[in-house]
């Protein structure tokens, strides 16, 4: 049975900018917090790869609801992409299915073909991804050598930028919407420049508001422990900042709790406010 402070937290809600560790996946790092917090009602806004590390959102208890609102937040990236080898799961976990040479290329020619993938474009969910077909995970399938058809989606890339280059390798920044698979994104500008790619590093710098300079650390103090863990919470009004407020004029509060919907001039809105902290 679990004590009245754990009844208290579940029904209060808190959200946490964690850091996930590489090799662990997601559910890894949910299960994680579970244990330190001792509650069992805890979910992640958004999967993180084994190989990737960096910002991994965490709802507690009430905030668990939250989710939908956390889930489609922007999220940005910095990595390294390893030209002339192709792996069957884009990245260094794999097996090496494919390898080409390099063309000679520089900064310059690396960054006009990363421009041509600005915008919207259609990416297809690759194998090892957690998309579902007929119930069941692609990733499931891939493990037992069974690869299906998918269908491509489309996705947002806000920002795709070289930062450096040392052949056979690439280092990039990328600023995209929710979906983006970012392993995809690096094959595809390998084959635009004539040869093979896999990802070799990957780091998740922030989602939305929450940075990777904030993010709390599971494996040492603070985080590691169940005072510390709670120290770093983000409470729910903080974590929905890159929303905007709408505060109900007192006479109406009651009323609004109770179903009633108040005229628009009873409705001010507020801006958004910005980066949220945590650990750092």
């Known amino acids: 049975m679990m004590s009245n402070p754990d009844l208290a937290l579940e029904s209060s809600g808190l959200v946490l900018n964690v850091y996930k560790e590489i090799p662990w996946t997601s559910h ?3 299960s994680r917090v579970r244990r330190i917090l001792g509650i069992r009602q805890v979910g ?3 999967s993180l790869d084994p190989f990737a590390n960096g910002v991994l959102i965490v709802c507690v208890g009430r ?9 489609d937040l922007g999220k940005g990236y910095r990595g390294t992409l390893r030209l002339g080898r192709r792996t069957d799961s884009g990245d260094l976990g794999g097996q090496v299915v494919e ?4 063309p000679a290329l520089d900064q310059g020619a ?3 073909a990363a421009d041509r993938f600005i915008g919207a474009i259609e990416q297809i969910p690759p194998m090892v991804s957690a998309v579902k077909i007929d119930g069941q995970r692609l990733y499931d399938l891939a493990r037992k050598g069974v690869e299906v058809e998918r269908k491509a989606r489309r996705v947002e890339i806000g920002r795709f930028t070289i930062t450096k280059v040392e052949l056979p390798r690439v280092d990039f920044e990328v600023e995209c919407g929710k979906g983006t698979y970012i392993r995809t994104l690096a094959e595809d500008l390998a084959k635009a420049v004539g040869t ?3 990802i070799e590093t990957l780091s998740r710098t922030h989602v939305g508001p929450f940075e990777i300079a904030d993010a709390c650390r599971l494996i040492s103090p603070p985080g ?8 770093q919470a983000v409470d729910m009004n903080r974590a929905l900042s890159h929303l905007q407020g709408i505060k109900v004029d007192h006479a109406w ?4 709790r109770q179903g009633g919907v108040p005229p628009r001039n009873a409705l001010h809105i507020e801006a958004t406010r910005g980066r949220v902290n945590g650990c750092g």
């Open 28 to 30: 890894d790092a949910v």
């Open 44 to 46: 992640h806004g958004g």
């Open 63 to 71: 905030a668990t609801k939250l989710l939908t609102h956390l889930v």
């Open 99 to 102: 390898e080409r040479a390099v």
């Open 110 to 112: 690396l960054q006009a």
């Open 196 to 198: 093979v790619g896999m």
């Open 224 to 231: 590691s422990t169940r005072d510390g863990l709670l120290s």
């Open 253 to 256: 509060i009651r009323r609004l």
